[in-house]
C-alpha cells in the first residue's frame, strides 16, 4: 500500500475537486493551517538546533547552499531551448524548483517517524536557507540581458518577509532561544497536532492542485515531464551529498526530498510580483499540480530507496 | 437627488498586489479606498479564492473624474499587461 | 443533572442568540468545525471497521436501510393530510427526517462514552448509508405526479460529492485503508479534540438554532408536535430493531439516535436544489430549532432508557 | 470620462447557487464575473450568513446591455420564483 | 434598456455599527439591504479588518430616491461626527 | 532571558507588522483564537470554583471590586488635567484601564504554572467581575455633567452581552455545573493546547499592536508615559490587597496583574458605542500598543518580584 496513509488525504482532496464535490476550505482556515505548519517545523528546528553545537554546521550548511544552486541553473536552460518555452516562465519554473516545499518536507518527516529513523536537526536550518537563494537566482536569469527593471526591493521584501520564510526563522529562534524545556507545555500543540494539521493541509492540497492540473496539460507533455524528471535528478543530487557529508540515512532523505520538492508558497508570490510576464499557471500547475503529488506518492519512497542502497554498497 | 458629483472607480484584481496597489492609489491622490475580497473568472481563468496566489480583490475609489483617469491610466500601464485586472467606473452622487 | 455536559454548550450558543450576543461564529471556523468532525466520525468509523469482518455485516445493514426508509414514508402522509402542508414541504421536511445528523450521533456517541459502553463500530457506516436514501425519497415524494422535471443530475452530484457524505466516506476509507496503527499518529487530533471540538460545534448551532424557532413558531403548533413526536416514534422503530439484530445495548442506542435524528447539512443543501418550492425555513426550522435540542437534550437519555428497558425484559 | 460605454449587474442571491450560477452566466455569453459573500435581508428573510445554507452571494457582471437583459431574463425564469433575489443593474464606462 | 428605476445607496462605515444599523435601515422603510465586510482607509485612518474593532462593513440599499433621502439623512446625523463614514448612491434600474 | 517564552511570539508579531510582512492572521481565525481562550478560561475556572466554597469569597471579593472601582477615578483626573485631554477621551482611557485583559492574565497564569505555583481558582471569578464595572465607571465619567443621552441600553447589552463578559461567564458556568470530572474529555482542547493557542494569539496581537503604536507615538510622550506608569501604580494596589486578604503568592500576582492590565476586548466595543466622541485610537493605541507588551515583557515579572518582597517581609 502507500507509504504514508497521510498522502492518502491529499487524494481526497483532489476526487473532490476533480469530481466538483462542494467540499471548500475556506481562505481564513488555509491560512491558519499554514501559518500552524511553519511555525510547527520552525520550532522544531529551533528546539533541535539549541540541542547541537552550531560551528560543525558552517560548512555542511555552505555546500548544501553551493549544490542547491545549481538546481535552477540545470533546470533553466532544459526549460528554455529543449522546452522552448519563453526566458521569463523558464526562470521562474527554475527558480520554483530550485526553492523547497514545506509541506513535502513534512511528509517526509512524517515518512521517517513512521519507520522510527532520525535526522539532523539542522535539516529544518537547511530548509529555511534553501527557500531563498533559487528564487533570487530565478529574478536574475530572468532579468539577464533584458534590461528590464526590477522591482528589488518590493521582491526582496516579499522573499524575506513573506510569511513562510518568516514564520519559518522566526519559530527557528523562538525555538533557539527558549530551548526544549521551555517549549514543552507548547508541544500539545504544536507537535501533537502536526500530523493531523498535515492531514488537513494535503486535503486541502488536493483541492487546489486538481484544479491546477488541467491548466498544466494544456501545455503539454514537456511541462509534466518536467516536473516528474527535474525532482528526480535534484534527488540524486541531495542523496550523492548527503551522503558524502556523513548524513544519518534519515537527514539524506530529507536533503533529497528538499532538493527534489518545488516551492508553491514562497517562490509564486516573489515571482509574481518580481517576474509579472511569467505565466503563474505553468509554474503552479507544474511544482502543484504534478511534482507534488509526485513526489509524496513515488519521490518520497523513492528516494529512500536510493538512499538506502548508496548507504549499502557505499557504507 | 441632492449630493455631490463624483465618480465611483472599482478595480478588480489579484489579491497579491494589494498592499503596492493602494500605496499607489494614496500617492496618486484618493481621499480613501474600500477593499474587499473578491472571485471570479475572466480573460485569466478561474479565480477561486481558495488561497492568496488565487484570490482577486475588489478596490473602490470614490473622487473627481480626474483622479479615477489619473488613477485608470496609472493601473493600465502598470498592470494591465502581466495581471488580471477589470476597471471601470459609474457616476455617483457623495452624501456626507 | 443533564446527561452529557456538552450540550450545555447548545444552550450557551443558543442563549447568545436569543439575547442577541455580538458573539458570532464566524463562517470559516463552522466550516471548519465540521470538516473535522465528519472527517473524524468516519476516520474511526474506518478503523474500526478494518478490525470487523465485513461479511456478517450485510444482511443487518439491508434491514437498517429497508427500516430507515418507512420513516419518510411515515413522515410525509402525516405532514400532508394532518398538517395541511404543501406536496412539496411535506416531502422535503420527510425527507430532513429520514436522513441522520452527524452532530447527534456524535453527541449519543459522547453518552456511550461517559458510560464506557462499547458500540459496534459500523454503526458509523449505517451512519453514511442513512443520509442519502431519505434524501433520495423525498425528491421523489416532492415530484410525484406533478411532471415537474427534476435537476437530478445536479441534485445526486450535491447528494454523493457533498462535503457532508463525501468527507464521511472519504474518511471511512482512508481509516479503513491505513488501519489502526497508522491512524494513531492523526489520534491526537482526530480523537482527542473530538469532544471539545463538539462543544464548539454546539455553541455555534444553539447560535443558529436560535434564529430559526422563531420561524418554526409562527408555523404553528403542529410542526412543533411533530418535530418532537416523530424523532420518539422513528426511535423506537430504531430500538426494536436494534434489539431484534442482536446488537449491544450501545449499538441499538445509536442506531435508535440515527433514525431519530433530523439531518441540517446534507438534506437541506440538497433539497435546495431539488425542490426549491419548499420553503426552507420550515424544514430547518423544524430539524434544527426543535429536534435537534430536543434529541440532545431530552432523546438521547430517553432511547437509551427506553432501550434499557427492553434489554432488561427482552434480554 | 473616456471609456468603453457598458451596463454593471449585480444579481444578489441564495450562495447555494454558486456553482450553478456562474456556469450559466458563462455559458449565456459573459465575459467575467466577480463573485463576492454577503449577507442581507429582504422578503426571503434574513440572511445571517454564518453558514452556507443561511448566505448570500453577490455577483457582478459587466457587459452590453444585451447581456444584461438576457442574464436578467434567465435568473427572472429560473430563480425568481423559488429563491432569493435581488437584479439591479448601473450604466459604468470600461476602462481596460 | 428595461427596468424599474431606482437609487442604489452604499454605506461604508465601523463594523461595530452593524446590528444598530440594519435595524435602523429596516425601520427606515428600506424593503431589503445586503451586507459586505470590507477593509480601507479614509479621514480616520487606516481600517485593516484583522479584528472587530478595526473592520468595516459595506451596506447596500435599493430603494426609491426618498428613502435614500431619509437614510442619507439618518446616517449624517447620528453617525457622521464620530465614526468613520461614507456614503454614496448611484442610479440603477430593478429587475425583479 | 524572557520570563516566558509566549510572550516572544508578541514579538514575532509585531517585527512582522512593523517590517510590514505579508503575514496575516485571518479575522475568521483571530475570532476564533479569542472564542477559544475566552472559554477555556471560563471553564476552568468554573472548574476550580466547583472545588471550593462561595460563602468564604464573598468578602474578599467585594474589596477586590472596590479597590479596582479606584483605578479609573485615579486615572480619569490624570488624564483629564495632567494630559490635558478631553473629558470623553480621558473617561474612555480610565473604563480601559479599570478593565482587564484576558490574555495579560493568561500570560500572568502561564508564568505561574512555569514556576509550579498555584492560585486560588477564584480569580478568574474576579477576572470576569472586574470585567465590567470600570465600563460602566468611564461611560458615566464621559456624560458627568454634559447632559448628553447615552445609549444605555445598547451599551449595558453590549457590555453583558458582549462575548468576552458572555463567554467568560458562560464557560464559568459550565465548569462550574459540569464539575471536574465530566469536564476531563473537554481538557485536551482547553486546556493542553492552552498555551500554544495563547501563542498564536499573542502572534496576531504583535501583528494588530505594531499598527496601533504609531498612533499612540503622535499623541506624544503623555500617554505613553501615563501607559506605563498607571499599571504599576493598579499593580501595587492589587499587591497590597492581595496581600492583606491572605491570598497565596500566585493568587497575589493575578490580582496584580488583573489591576495593571488593560481591556481591549470588551471596553473598546463598549465605549465606541456608549463614548463615540472618544478617539478610539487612543485608548486602544495605549492599552494594546504599549501598557500590553509592557505588562507581559516587564510587568508580570516585576510584580511577581514586588510581592516576593512583601510576602518575604510582611509574610
Ligand atoms: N466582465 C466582467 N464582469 C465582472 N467581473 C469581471 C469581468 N471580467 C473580469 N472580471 C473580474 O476581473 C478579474 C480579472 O479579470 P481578467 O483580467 O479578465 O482575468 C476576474 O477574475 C474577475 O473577477
Ligand atoms: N432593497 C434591497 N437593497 C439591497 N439588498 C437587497 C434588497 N432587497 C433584497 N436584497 C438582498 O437580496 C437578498 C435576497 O432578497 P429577497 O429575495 O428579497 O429576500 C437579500 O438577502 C438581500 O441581501
Ligand atoms: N474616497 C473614498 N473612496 C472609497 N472608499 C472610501 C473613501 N473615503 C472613505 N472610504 C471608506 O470609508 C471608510 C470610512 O471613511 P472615513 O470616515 O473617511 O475614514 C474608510 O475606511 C473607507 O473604507
Ligand atoms: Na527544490
Ligand atoms: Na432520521
Ligand atoms: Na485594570
Not at chain 2, 42 to 67: A, P, T, Y
Amino acid at each position: 500500500m502507500v507509504s504514508e496513509p497521510v498522502v492518502l488525504f491529499f487524494l481526497l482532496g483532489a476526487i473532490a475537486g476533480l469530481a466538483k464535490s462542494d467540499l471548500k476550505i475556506p481562505m481564513a482556515v488555509y491560512e491558519a493551517l499554514s501559518i500552524f505548519l511553519l511555525l510547527a517545523i520552525g520550532l522544531h528546528g529551533g528546539v533541535k538546533l539549541a540541542e547541537s553545537e552550531l560551528v560543525p554546521l558552517l560548512l555542511p550548511g555552505l555546500a548544501v547552499l553551493v549544490v542547491a544552486a545549481f538546481i535552477p541553473l540545470i533546470a533553466f536552460p532544459v526549460l528554455r531551448w529543449v522546452g522552448r518555452m519563453t526566458r521569463a516562465d523558464s526562470a521562474s519554473i527554475a527558480g520554483h524548483y530550485g526553492s523547497v516545499s514545506v509541506v513535502t518536507f513534512s511528509v517526509a518527516v512524517a515518512y521517517l517517524a513512521q519507520r522510527g529513523l532520525d535526522y539532523e536537526g539542522h535539516m529544518i536550518v537547511f530548509l529555511v536557507l534553501l527557500e531563498i537563494p533559487a528564487i533570487v537566482i530565478g529574478i536574475l536569469l530572468a532579468k539577464a540581458g533584458t534590461g528590464g527593471g526590477t522591482r528589488w526591493g518590493k521582491t526582496l521584501h516579499e522573499v524575506f518577509f513573506g510569511k513562510s520564510v518568516f514564520l519559518l526563522i522566526g519559530g527557528l529562534l523562538i525555538g533557539y532561544l527558549a530551548g526544549p524545556e521551555n517549549i514543552e507545555p507548547l508541544e500539545p500543540m504544536f507537535w501533537d497536532l502536526f500530523k493531523g494539521v498535515l492531514a488537513l493541509f494535503l486535503l486541502e492540497m488536493g483541492l487546489v492542485a486538481s484544479s491546477r492540473i488541467a491548466e498544466v496539460r494544456s501545455y503539454g507533455v514537456f511541462l509534466v515531464a518536467f516536473a516528474i524528471v527535474m525532482p528526480v535528478v535534484a534527488a540524486l543530487l541531495g542523496i550523492v551529498l548527503g551522503w558524502g557529508l556523513g548524513m544519518s540515512l534519515g537527514g539524506t532523505l530529507l536533503l533529497a526530498t528538499l532538493y527534489a520538492s518545488a516551492s508553491y508558497i514562497a517562490a509564486p508570490a516573489a515571482m509574481r510580483i518580481a517576474v509579472p510576464e511569467a505565466n503563474p499557471a505553468l509554474s503552479i500547475g507544474a511544482s502543484l499540480g504534478v511534482t507534488f503529488p509526485f513526489n509524496i506518492f513515488v519521490g518520497v519512497p523513492l528516494y529512500f530507496w536510493l538512499a538506502e542502497q548508496l548507504y549499502a554498497v557505499g557504507g | 437627488m441632492e449630493g455631490e458629483p463624483m465618480r465611483l472607480m472599482v478595480i478588480v484584481t489579484e489579491a497579491i498586489l494589494e498592499d503596492m496597489l493602494v500605496d499607489e492609489i494614496r500617492k496618486l491622490g484618493a481621499s480613501g479606498y474600500t477593499v474587499i475580497d473578491a472571485r471570479g473568472w475572466g480573460e485569466h481563468g478561474k479565480r477561486r479564492g481558495n488561497w492568496r496566489q488565487g484570490g482577486n480583490i475588489r478596490i473602490e475609489v470614490l473622487g473627481s473624474e480626474e483622479l479615477c483617469t489619473r488613477i485608470a491610466a496609472h493601473m493600465r500601464d502598470t498592470y494591465q499587461k502581466d495581471y488580471g485586472l477589470l476597471i471601470y467606473t459609474t457616476d455617483a452622487l457623495l452624501h456626507n
